[in-house]
């Protein structure tokens, strides 16, 4: 029995592991500013001192971010068929606009 609870304990710390490793990498990763006007994901979550990177496609976009602490720059001007990488050095929740299609808005949580 004391055998059975150990290994469900092992178990249940790999899969708490692999859960947030999948959360963490997937999140660290890539916002795509999309042709359909859309950021996607829409939400991203990463760590503090992880980078971002924001590809646009062939359609032109840009990134304003919302006043706030530890907000990273802007990413200015007509970007097409380019990325750009940001880091998150502070921990909170950062929603950004892209200003050529207003109605486009996505957000990145550094926890």
């Not at 150990?6 to 660290?28: D, K, M, P, T």
């Not at 001192?49 to 840009?62: I, K, L, P, R």
Request: hydrophobic share 35%; glycine share 10%; charged share 10%.
């Amino acid at each position: 029995m004391r055998r059975r609870q150990c290994l469900r304990g092992r178990w249940l710390r790999f899969y708490i592991a692999v859960y947030h490793s999948s959360q963490y990498s997937a999140g660290r990763g890539q916002v795509n500013a999309t042709a359909s006007l859309a950021f996607d994901p829409p939400t991203l979550t990463t760590q503090v001192g992880h980078a971002v990177t924001f590809a646009f496609g062939s359609v032109g976009h840009n990134v304003f971010f919302d006043p706030a602490t530890g907000a990273p720059g802007n990413i200015t001007g007509v970007n097409a068929n380019t990325s750009v990488t940001r880091t998150f050095d502070t921990a909170g929740t950062f929603t950004y606009t892209c200003h050529i299609h207003p109605y486009m808005q996505g957000k990145v949580v550094v926890e």
